[in-house]
């Protein structure tokens, strides 16, 4: 139940495409839903999160959508750059508890 | 802009030797974390500090790990003795307070081969 299932688990997109990643989750207390970017040979960073009381979210061209009732979250990158090409992940957390990651997706741009 | 340092950044060790970790957290933040990552997968919660306290060690394998942050400041993540399956990239990464939307900053991390 604190799972985080992600998918896909690679992701090829040309340059200035949308680039989608989905995941899902099981617990419902968990209200704290943020995605993470990481580069190779650095720590994940945080990108964009979102609350359970708003549907969507937006940060210059990252996006989350939040589907509260089919426990999903999305992460939309509009306009995908090369610069863009890294592992992401979803995490949810509930309160005061860890953070639960997803098992990261590879983004590639191409040119 | 503040980040979190974790040393060395590499380390290749034998089978049943001793490792050890060094991080130092952003200033100020009272929360740190140690995480360890395998490949391909996101990173999974060792053990979280609250200043010098331990709030949360469930993950950690206490036969062979052990954490320390006796100042809450700078913590040290040790191994003893290392095996096989420990090799990892292993993440320090410090918030403000314990708080889930408080923003985790995370360093480098240490890459662990155990040969």
């Known amino acids: 139940q604190q799972q985080v299932k992600q998918s896909p688990q690679s992701l090829i997109v040309q340059k200035g495409g949308i680039s989608i990643i989905n995941c899902a989750y099981e617990?419902?207390?968990?209200?704290?839903f943020p995605w993470y970017q990481q580069f190779p040979g650095k720590g994940p960073a945080l990108l964009i999160a979102?609350?359970?009381?708003?549907s969507e979210k937006k940060e210059g061209r990252f996006t989350i959508s939040f589907n509260k009732s089919a426990k999903q979250f999305s992460l939309h990158i509009m306009d995908s750059q090369p610069g863009d090409s890294a592992t992401y992940f979803c995490?949810?957390?509930?309160?005061?508890?860890?953070?639960?990651f997803g098992t990261g997706t590879r983004l590639l741009v191409s040119p | 802009e503040a980040e979190v340092a974790q040393s060395p950044r590499y380390k290749i060790t034998e089978k049943s030797q001793a490792v050890a970790f060094w991080c130092d957290p952003i200033?100020?933040?009272?929360?740190l974390y140690w995480y360890r990552q395998i490949l391909g997968q996101g990173p999974e919660l060792l053990v979280q500090?609250?200043?010098?306290?331990?709030?949360?060690d469930s993950q950690l394998p206490k036969d062979r790990f052990s954490a320390e942050r006796l100042k809450g400041v700078d913590s040290t993540l040790k191994i003893q003795p290392a095996e096989l399956g420990d090799s990892a990239m292993y993440l320090c990464?410090?918030?403000?307070?314990?708080?889930?939307?408080?923003?985790?900053?995370f360093g480098p991390g240490t890459r662990l081969t155990v040969l």
């Open positions: 990464a410090s918030s403000y307070s314990a708080g889930n939307t408080d923003t985790q900053y």
């Open positions: 617990n419902t207390a968990f209200d704290y």
């Open positions: 979102i609350r359970p009381d708003v």
């Open positions: 995490a949810a957390s509930t309160g005061f508890q860890k953070l639960v």
């Open positions: 200033s100020g933040h009272a929360t």
């Open positions: 500090f609250q200043d010098e306290s331990v709030v949360d």
